[in-house]
C-alpha cells in the first residue's frame, strides 16, 4: 500500500465518518509533541482537536464486518489529545488515557533519558488505556543530527520488540510529522477490521461513528424489502 493513497482529510469530507477514536501523545517534557501536533494539524496549537482521516480499508469491497458490505475505504475521526505539560511534574491523570486505542510515544533522539523513559510511558499507557493499545514511537529532532546520542537501529529494534511501531520525524523541518498518526491509524483500523479491537465494546477506545450507522440502517432496510428478510444479528431490524 503506497503512502500516497492515504489522505488526510481535515477540510476535504464531510462530517460523516466510519469510526471515531482517540490518540494520546505522551513522553518527557521537551521532546516535541505539542510541535508534532501542531505540525499535523496544519498549523494549528491545541491541546486537544479532532480531524477527519480517509483510509484504504483491508477488506475487499466484496467481504462483510458484522455483517455489513465493505467498502474500499474508510473515514476515521481521530481525537488528538496532547498532555499540555502534565508530564513535567509526572501528573499525567487516568482520565488522559481512558479511552485510548492509539498512542504516539515520543522521546528526543539527542537525549538518552527521554529514549529510556519510553518503558514507563508504554507500561503506563497499557496499564491505564488499553493492554491491546497500539503505538508508535517517535524519535523527534533529525534536524539535530549531530547531536545525536540514540542510534536510529537501537531505538528501532526496541520498538519492534515492544510491540510498536516506530518513526523518526523533525517537529522543526516538518520531516515525517504526518507519518506517527498515519501508522497509527492504520494500525487501529487494521485491528478493528481483524476483530482486535470491537467498536461495540466499552473501552475499546473506538466507535461507529454516523456513516457507519447509516451504512448499517440502509442495509439493513434493503433487506427488509427483499422477501420479508429482515433480520440482523439475529434481531428484528
Known amino acids: 500500500m503506497s503512502e500516497s493513497s492515504l489522505s488526510l482529510a481535515a477540510t476535504e469530507l464531510p462530517e460523516l465518518y466510519d469510526y471515531l477514536l482517540k490518540m494520546i501523545l505522551i513522553g518527557d517534557s521537551g521532546v516535541g509533541k505539542s510541535c508534532l501536533l501542531y505540525h499535523f494539524l496544519n498549523d494549528r496549537s491545541v491541546e486537544f482537536a479532532s480531524t477527519l ?4 480499508s483491508s477488506l475487499p469491497p466484496s467481504s462483510t464486518m458484522s455483517g455489513v458490505p465493505a467498502s474500499s475505504s474508510k473515514t476515521l475521526k481521530v481525537q488528538c489529545w496532547d ?13 488522559y488515557y481512558r479511552g485510548a486505542c492509539g498512542a504516539v510515544v515520543v522521546y528526543d533522539i539527542t537525549s538518552r533519558r527521554s529514549f529510556e523513559s519510553l518503558q514507563s510511558w508504554l507500561s503506563d499507557a497499557r496499564a491505564l488505556a488499553s493492554p ?6 517517535v524519535g523527534n529532532k533529525v534536524d539535530q543530527e549531530d547531536e545525536r546520542q540514540v542510534p536510529y537501529l537501537e ?22 510529522v504526518e507519518q506517527p498518526f498515519i ?3 492504520r494500525a487501529v483500523l487494521l485491528a478493528i477490521e481483524s476483530g482486535k479491537l470491537d467498536p461495540d465494546k ?15 440502517s440502509s442495509w439493513n432496510g434493503s433487506l427488509s424489502g427483499s422477501g420479508g428478510k429482515g433480520k440482523l444479528f439475529g434481531k428484528c431490524c
Open 155 to 176: 531505538a528501532s529494534r526496541w520498538a519492534q520488540e515492544h510491540g510498536a511501531l516506530f518513526v523518526e520525524t523533525s517537529s522543526k523541518t516538518g520531516e515525517n
Open 132 to 137: 491491546d493499545l497500539e503505538v508508535v514511537i
Open 53 to 56: 482521516m480517509r483510509l484504504p
Open 202 to 216: 466499552t473501552g475499546s477506545g473506538v466507535s461507529y461513528g454516523e456513516r457507519a450507522l447509516r451504512r448499517v
Open 183 to 185: 501508522l497509527l491509524a
Open 83 to 95: 498532555s499540555a505539560g502534565q508530564e513535567r511534574f509526572r501528573s499525567v491523570t487516568r482520565n
